[in-house]
């Protein structure tokens, strides 16, 4: 066993390091401020590699592995743009379920448009109706021939109006989990309409929109496995998606430190710097190990995917919660170390903890990863997996 | 052509440089190192050719520790065919440097030697005007365009007075400066391919080169701290104070 990074994954945490530093990081107060989703940028992403990154080679993926794809995520936030950088988690989420999963035809046709970033996906599971509780999906689709006809609607669908594409759960057949299927839903189909953009908190770089189906039509092959097969991919998906947005969270926080720790230096009152005093000390200290414990659970859940270990949806489900919380008690600690300047927007802290609020909620919210973590570790046999 | 760059592992550009308590030196434990920002334009400029058919090879050429193939698999991420490393732990001097570029060069005959003209760490600016001088070629220094055209190159230099043009021959030894181009950013699927490529390993003795020891750092201190200002309340203060100082 090992805990160092290896000289590829340093490799890569640099190459997207720099990227971020450069295209990303001078603009992401902007992009805030003015609510601007940065296609330009995604796109030039893309062709670094960062749109498909634990995509299939087969599709234009990289085929890296969940622990080097977390690195990249990590520098991404740490260098530059929080919000942007969720969305490229998602992106690369939705494009692996219809790469891995998808059919031979559909893949021909989208899988180098998304692995490249051409195309840009939206992940369409909850429903006004059905948050937390996923498998009630009320969103239909009804096959036709060779097509399927879908009608229904979505909720907070990221980047939902400006993507291309839409990886959607419907229900084909009965109630409750085995009766969902997932589908590409190219996002200008007939039928397929938009709302408002949302107004949030944070995120602010990537458009949210409900979406509502009425009779949109897509070809049979744009099915993405058999039917009946869609909730097993979501919650797979979601494995995934959980360990992405808990890393973009640990790589914010790291960046709140770093600026953190430059201005504990600088700032003088009382006569010293504020670093010199104790109470300021023990803070920054705990901020550390927070930080530390999070980044650890965050690759210690992506090792166990990886892995394909028995409770590796236990070990995202601990991870996500644990480092979304620990790393917003950060960067909210690294806003009040910087007193009345870290709550105004000439710092980027308020920004940070703003945009990580919402990391505790979606990707199932944090009470719903103590379900999951309860409901499988309370089972015959399995706390002794964990060990 | 068959193009050479020589590239070197120095400490990052945006590391806060810290000098070691007795002067000795420059601390190094546990600082980032990258490859000199020069000689990433002096790789640009040859993956460039290569893009565009003026050159048919790329070799990336490091003289440095163990660690200094980072560097090398870097070149070859950016996009240099091999690599050849030759491993070292002393310090390697400007002269040095150039004995084992020149010996490189005479083996590999390229059409050209590209290199930054300068490296951060100990801004020495003399390597690749040394290496043309053993090799009796001629050298472009500073060069803010390339221009191939046949056996010549019209290289424009930056100069205190402004820009130079001039014609150099080929083989010659052409330096890059900071407005040459703007280094890509390493794709990931090119930094996969490059762990595949191949990195030729020698020695200093292999090459039979005899290190050049004609410079002794004698003290190594970080900048004066900057003194506290004051303020003053008018112009005439300010006049006064200067005049104090023996400023005006």
């Given amino acids: 066993m090992n805990f160092e990074l290896t000289e590829d994954q340093n490799a890569y945490r640099e190459a997207a390091e720099e990227f971020a530093a450069k295209e990303m ?27 498909g990154l634990y995509s299939p080679e087969k599709a234009g993926g990289l085929g890296l592995s969940r622990l080097d794809s977390s690195i990249v995520f990590e520098a991404l936030c740490t260098k530059g743009d929080t919000s942007t950088s969720a969305f490229l988690t998602i992106h690369n989420m939705a494009t692996w379920m219809a790469t891995a999963f998808g059919q031979d035809e559909m893949v021909e046709e989208w899988g180098e448009k998304l692995t490249s970033g051409q195309a840009l996906a939206s992940y369409c599971l909850t429903e006004s109706g059905a948050g937390s509780d996923a498998s009630s999906l009320k969103t239909t689709a009804r096959k036709d021939g060779d097509h399927y006809i879908l009608n229904g609607g979505k909720q907070f669908s990221s980047g939902a109006g400006d993507t291309e594409a839409l990886v959607v759960m419907a229900r084909t ?6 009766g969902i299927t997932c589908f590409l839903v190219p996002g200008d189909t007939d039928g397929v309409s938009y709302g408002k953009k949302e107004e949030k908190m944070g995120w602010n770089s990537q458009p949210t929109r409900a979406i509502t189906f009425e009779d949109a039509k897509i070809p049979a092959t744009y099915r993405i496995g058999e039917e009946g097969e869609g909730f097993k991919f979501a919650m797979m998906g979601l494995d995934g998606g959980r360990i992405n ?5 640990v790589g914010t926080a790291q960046a709140a430190m770093e600026t953190t720790r430059d201005y504990l230096h600088e ?27 999070a980044r650890q659970m965050i690759r210690l859940a992506a090792s166990k995917l990886d892995n394909k270990a028995p409770e590796a949806t236990s070990f995202c489900a601990m991870a996500k919660r644990f480092a979304t919380d620990a790393c917003f008690n950060v960067v909210n600690d690294a806003l009040q170390l910087h007193g009345g300047y870290g709550y105004i927007k ?25 379900m999951i973590i309860a409901r499988r570790l309370l089972a015959d046999g399995a706390l002794e997996q964990i060990k | 052509m068959k193009v050479m760059v020589s590239v070197k592992r120095v400490v990052d550009y945006n590391v806060r440089i810290q000098v070691k308590g007795d002067g000795s030196g420059v601390n190094l434990d546990g600082v980032k190192m990258s490859m000199n920002p020069f000689d990433e334009i002096a790789m640009e400029q040859a993956v460039q050719m290569k893009d565009a058919g003026t050159a048919e090879e790329v070799i990336a050429v490091t003289i440095g520790p163990a660690k200094a193939e980072e560097q090398l698999r870097s070149a070859l991420a950016f996009g240099a065919d091999r690599a050849i490393h030759v491993k070292t732990d002393e310090e390697i001097q400007p002269l040095t440097a150039a004995r084992i570029l020149a010996k490189l060069f005479e083996k590999e005959q390229p059409k050209v030697l590209l290199t930054g003209k300068q490296a ?10 040394m290496t043309a001088a053993l090799l009796d070629l001629p050298q472009a220094t500073f060069a803010s365009a390339i221009e191939f ?32 181009n703007e280094p890509r950013y ?18 200093v003795e292999d090459l039979g080169i005899e290190e050049a020891v004609k410079l002794n750092v004698t003290k190594t201190a970080p900048p004066p701290e900057r003194e506290p200002g004051v303020m003053v309340e008018d112009v005439n203060e300010l006049v006064s104070k200067m005049k104090d100082k023996g400023l005006v």
């Fill in chain 1, 173 to 178: 057949g009965e109630d409750g989990p085995r």
């Fill in chain 1, 346 to 370: 000439e710092y980027p802290l308020e920004r940070m903890v703003r945009d990580l609020r919402v990391h505790q909620i979606l990707e199932g919210t944090n009470e719903i990863m103590r």
């Fill in chain 2, 149 to 180: 055209d046949g056996d010549k190159a019209k290289v424009t230099r930056e100069v205190d007075s402004g820009l130079e043009t001039i014609e150099v021959d080929l083989p010659a030894v052409i330096t890059t400066d900071l407005r040459l």
């Fill in chain 2, 186 to 203: 390493l794709k990931l699927p090119d930094i996969m391919k490059a762990k595949k490529k191949p990195i030729d390993a020698m020695s």
């Fill in chain 1, 245 to 249: 947005i808990g890393v973009c969270s």
């Fill in chain 1, 267 to 293: 700032r003088k009152q009382f006569g010293q710097a504020i670093a010199d005093f104790q109470a300021t000390q023990f803070k920054f200290a705990d901020m550390a190990t927070e930080l530390t414990a």
């Fill in chain 1, 25 to 51: 990081a001078p603009h992401a107060a902007e992009w805030d401020a003015e609510q601007i989703f940065p296609k330009d940028v995604l796109r030039a992403a893309g062709e670094l590699g960062f749109c």
């Fill in chain 2, 120 to 129: 951060i760490d100990d801004d020495a600016n003399q390597t690749g005007q």
